[in-house]
């Protein structure tokens, strides 16, 4: 249950720092949400694990709501750098930005504050890569979304089109992740406003290769790289594409999340794009689906390879998968139904084959099935992170 309404003061030149799950309402003075400035009744939503730094320049009293497990800090700084600034007030109307940094560096803070700093002169084009913390779509895709006006959070973008990729980090399988990406580079084409966010797997040669491909795919005018050390390989890869390289410092202030609370964040991100699903049975023969993982292998011999790695694991669940149907388990494999001329896909679960030939899957969507692309992450019906497939193909 949510505490009671608490005013609190917070002093010319401080910042508010809100920590989901909390809101809070402007009662008087003004506010600053990276670059985003709300009006006096407008509510204002950390989620879980999530926070928003809430700064007035002469000074602010605020009304703030706590969850449970939230909480409020305010901090006697502005706690966006002046790098930050610097760096909005070099661009001009016409530039391609990617960011690139490690978990928890600031990463989606920056592009939101790009955003606001520039959607004002014009529509602005946001690349939701990080597939694993998206804040535009759901866990295990990447997105395209449009934006024409101020928002404290990205999240308040619809998704102009989604992306599967099936697994929640590129460090499954990179040529999956970065077939996905070549795709929506693609469809972005010459757009000049827009703003590229990236997961937070840097460290390693695998994880700059990828990064360094990235850039060379999506060809960026910016690099921005954030809270990061030596990383050559980024530098050559930016050359190559002519892009001009930015290092910028850490907000002052990041709620760390540790890998149980970025999993809890995803399940919750499940649980909202599964809203009101329900199990559905139609003919296998029906059915036209795909792996994304194995193209090309019969959906029958992919069930078998999902089921049986589980069984390898000895996967106590395992025990209540009948044949090809993982129904009576409670569990499926995370997949996206397609449909018209639709740019996003349904989530479902896809639950197996039963014995009478039917393919059982658990989700929102009513109506007519054009394809199904199935994952490689495994849920439960309450939306909890069973297993991963791990891939048996080079990378």
Known sequence: ???????????????????????????????????????????????????????????????????????????????????????????????RLMVIGMVDSGKTSLITYLYNTHVPRGRMVVADLDMGQSEICPPTTIALAIGGKPSPSLSALEPNRVYPVGYTSPSYLTSRALESVAELSSTIGSERRLLVNTDGWVDGEAARRHKSQLIRILKPSHVVLIGMGEADDLVEASEEVGAELTR???????????????????????????????????????????????????????????????????????????????????????????????????????????DKGFARFYTPYEGTIELMEVGAVILSTDCREVYVLRPRINV
């Open 1 to 95: 249950m949510p505490s009671e309404a608490k005013r609190l003061p917070v002093g010319p030149n401080s910042t508010l720092i809100l920590k989901g799950p909390a809101s809070a309402r402007l009662v008087e003075g003004s506010l600053e949400v990276l670059g985003y400035r709300p009006g006096s009744k407008e509510r204002l939503v950390a989620k879980p694990w999530r926070s928003l730094p809430l700064y007035s320049r002469e000074g602010a009293i605020v009304e703030v709501s706590l969850g449970e497990g939230g909480g409020a800090e305010i901090v006697g700084e502005d706690t966006i750098p002046d790098d930050w600034r610097e760096l909005s007030s070099s661009l001009g109307d016409s530039f």
């Open 248 to 354: 910028v410092s850490a907000p002052k202030v990041v709620l760390k999340r540790d890998l149980s609370a970025r999993k809890a964040l995803r399940e919750l991100s499940y649980a909202r794009y599964l809203r009101g699903a329900r199990l559905r049975s139609i003919p296998r023969r029906w059915l036209r689906a795909r792996p994304l993982l194995l193209a090309g292998l019969p959906l029958e011999d992919y069930l078998r390879e999902v089921i049986g790695e589980m069984e390898e694991s000895a996967h106590h669940l395992t025990m209540l998968v009948n044949g090809l149907e993982m129904t009576e388990a409670g569990i499926g494999i995370l997949s996206y139904i397609w449909a018209g001329d639709r740019h996003e896909p349904s989530l479902a679960l896809f639950m197996g084959i039963d």
